[in-house]
């Protein structure tokens, strides 16, 4: 409402909640009760909403995080003062004329005499020091990115999971976003590398194989990508299913080539341009075409382990990507959000599939 528009409901008398003063402080600001209501966009689930929160700076509290948004429909004469004053900034003048009102947000309260002080040192670190946001300085998704997907195959029976993997992947289901979707689907790989070193040594005997067992427990210190390069040679044995997978690529050059070749490891597979150039000229990874440029060969390079230890580093350079937020990584952002739901988690999910095979 505007100034003039709450004067009119408080001439109106008979409100929920006694209104003393109502100015105006700046062009887009009013005060209620030496009081600034400000809507919240953005907010830390985590927070149990049935509860008041206080805001304080440097020990003083001067203001207020409260929840409305989850509350549906409030009876005007149910309102606290904090939510009454938060319909007056938010809903329109004719909104009063009915029996009450649904919050489109949840609202801080700030004390006028720290009001100044709160938009010149606070507003936009609060994502940070609250957990809840009043604004978005970049460009959000208007609907998180939608795959078009018609139809769902299950593929081999898979093997029961455990406690730990299945809370990994109800964590998966559960994100809106598509990056922290691939970690939590990522976690359930690094389970593997634990389970995988178990079983080695459940085959080994004490003391017989000691020294065997030995060398097991100091590989266990060896970089991420090389354990998970063993897994992945270890068990995805179904190579076409994974060139299927690696094909889904082709749409994605410009980030492929960012991720994999320029921020890559030059010691690692396919991170010679002009041989990416050729695989993405054919369109294609399977053997005639890997053949043809070179990168396998019917020896010592050959397809069922050229093709794992691709997709092991492809998707170790989309892991590093997503997880680590640093200068010298490729930073991805919401417009690089299909590169991961058409491409990175169909990889992913093939080869969890394959590890978890009965």
């Given amino acids: 409402m505007t100034l003039t528009e709450i004067q009119s409901v408080i001439d109106l008398g008979d409100l929920p909640v006694v209104i003393n003063t109502a100015v105006q402080i700046d062009a887009n600001t009013i005060c209620i009760n030496n009081l600034v209501p400000l809507n919240v966009i953005k907010i830390n689930k985590s927070y149990d909403n049935s509860n008041v929160i206080d805001l304080n700076f440097n020990g003083l509290t001067e203001g207020y995080l409260f929840f409305t948004k989850h509350k549906g429909k409030i009876d005007f004469g149910a309102m606290t003062e904090f939510e009454f004053l938060a319909f007056l900034i938010e809903a329109d003048f004719e909104d009063y004329s009915l029996d009450g009102y ?12 720290f009001w100044n002080t709160y938009i010149t040192d606070y507003e936009k670190t609060s994502p940070l ?8 300085n970049f ?3 208007v609907s998180k990115y939608l795959n078009n997907v018609l139809e769902i195959e299950a593929g081999d029976k898979l093997k029961d999971l455990d406690n730990y993997s299945y809370e990994s992947t109800i964590r998966a289901i559960e994100q809106p976003y598509a ?8 976690h359930l790989l690094e389970l593997q590398f634990d389970y995988y070193l178990i079983e080695k040594i459940k085959n080994l005997q004490v003391p017989n194989d ?15 990508l090389d354990r998970l390069t063993e897994i992945i040679l270890n068990n995805c044995l179904d190579i076409n299913s994974l060139i299927d997978k690696l094909e889904l690529v082709f749409p994605f050059k410009n980030i492929a080539e960012d991720i994999f070749i320029k921020f890559g490891n030059n010691k690692k597979p396919l991170t010679d341009i002009t041989k990416f150039n050729q695989i993405f000229g054919l369109n294609s990874f399977s053997k005639a075409s890997l053949l043809s440029t070179g990168l396998i060969n019917n020896s ?16 170790y ?16 952002s919401w417009d690089n959000e299909n590169f991961i739901v058409e491409f990175a988690e169909p990889l992913l999910k093939e080869v969890l599939k394959q590890c978890y095979k009965k």
């Fill in 210 to 224: 000691s020294n065997e067992i030995g060398k097991l427990l100091n590989g266990y210190s060896r970089v991420e």
């Fill in 102 to 113: 649904e919050f489109k947000y949840d609202y801080i309260i700030i004390k006028e005499t």
């Fill in 317 to 332: 350079r989309i892991r590093c990507s997503v997880a680590h937020n640093k200068i010298g990584e490729y930073l991805l």
């Fill in 129 to 136: 020091w609250g957990g809840f946001s009043h604004k978005l």
């Fill in 139 to 141: 460009a959000e998704p």
């Fill in 300 to 315: 010592n390079n050959k397809l069922d382990v050229f093709i794992p230890k691709l997709v092991s580093y492809w998707i």
């Fill in 179 to 186: 990056f922290e979707r691939f970690l939590k689907l990522y």
